[in-house]
């Protein structure tokens, strides 16, 4: 009986506009028709506010996302995506088959370990004046590994005909790609898929310019 009061509540997003992994969970939210509330959290103002005490009692890393949900806070959004695939109605976001699974599991891992962090924004300032070509190298890397894979295991989408959570993982990467100047064109695959994706609803009201932190000179 808790857990299903609990359930009752909207799940609470602590994230950032422009972050691939609070995109990525905006988009799983938004496949499975759930409604949440958004907390900003700059990465950007005072010195980051993902650095501040408070929001470090909800994400150790002080990284976003951190997710409210059920009576618990998740961060990494892997593993938040996966459970509420695990809870709640809807469109699967995990094929029911176990190779299609296992498939879907390694492009996210493939895109969510070995491509995103290496331009995400902590790193990039590490960087210095270097980051452009740092965060194009580490792209390029990734993409080059990934286009092969998809080329087997796509259909309409990254695996099959049904969307994922490596589409999910997907369309944020390629926006990161193309900010960066990443010629995507050097990755049919890519690009194809990339394209279907950003036309259904779910990606466009999860987009980086609709967001209620967005910047009014970036806003769609």
């Not at 009986?1 to 995109?23: D, I, N, Q, T």
């Not at 990339?194 to 910047?215: R, Y």
Request: proline letters at 7%.
């Amino acid at each position: 009986m808790h857990l299903s009061l609990v359930c009752l509540a909207k799940p609470v997003l602590h994230g950032y506009f422009r972050s691939s992994c609070s995109w990525r969970v905006r988009i799983a939210f938004a496949l499975k028709g759930i409604e949440y509330d958004q907390v900003p959290v700059s990465l950007i103002k005072d010195g980051g506010q993902q650095f501040t005490q408070q929001y470090k009692t909800l994400n150790p890393m002080q990284q976003v996302p951190a997710v409210e949900i059920d009576g618990t806070t998740l961060s990494q959004s892997l593993a938040v995506i996966q459970y509420i695939d695990e809870t709640r109605p809807g469109p699967r976001l995990l094929p029911a088959d176990p190779q299609k699974r296992a498939q879907v599991r390694m492009i996210s891992d493939l895109i969510a370990s070995g491509i995103q962090p290496l331009q995400n924004l902590y790193v990039i300032q590490k960087i210095g004046a270097e980051k452009m070509q740092w965060a194009q190298h580490f792209i390029d890397r990734g993409f080059q590994a990934l286009e092969p894979i998809l080329k087997q295991t796509a259909g309409k989408y990254c695996v099959g005909d049904e969307i994922s959570m490596a589409d999910i993982c997907l369309v944020p990467q390629v926006y990161n790609a193309e900010r960066f100047k990443v010629d995507v064109g050097q990755y049919p695959t890519i690009k194809r898929l990339n394209e279907a994706l950003v036309e259904i609803e779910a990606f466009k009201e999860s987009h980086p310019s609709m967001q209620p932190d967005t910047p009014v000179d970036l806003r769609a």
